[in-house]
């Protein structure tokens, strides 16, 4: 059975790197684009996890993982950040809001399929 990733990316290339990864490791990638979107898939689908790219703009990441952490049927959601390297406030602050875990973005990228497979429950290491 495959598990749903919710994955909240804006950048075009790197949301199709994303998926095809996801894809490839037996996942299905749901992509949104606003945090009301965001929290309706959520809601409706239940994903083993969040993917969300803490540099974007729109939608704000800190209030979504807020959103998410603040809603009771939501909360147990892990959510998995990334965040350019030198933002160190961001990363505290998504840390401080309950994000499971913030990585590089190098980091992301090249651990992607181990971070999902960890924080989804598919593969405890």
Do not use: W
Not at 55 to 76: F, H, N, V, W, Y
């Amino acid at each position: 059975m495959e598990k749903t990733v919710l994955v909240v990316v804006n950048d075009l290339f790197f949301r199709s790197k994303i998926r095809q990864t996801l894809e490839q490791g037996r996942y299905t990638p749901l992509v949104t684009h606003t945090e009301e979107d965001a929290l309706q898939a959520a809601r409706e689908h239940h994903p083993c996890l969040v993917l969300l790219d803490l540099g974007m703009q729109t939608p704000d990441p800190l209030e979504l993982i807020a959103a998410l952490k603040g809603d009771p049927d939501l909360r147990s959601i892990p959510v998995l950040a990334f965040i350019s390297h030198v933002d160190r406030e961001r990363l505290r602050q998504a840390e401080a809001l309950g994000c499971a875990r913030v990585v590089a973005r190098s980091e992301f990228s090249s651990r992607l399929p181990e971070l999902v497979d960890r924080l989804s429950g598919k593969q405890i290491v």
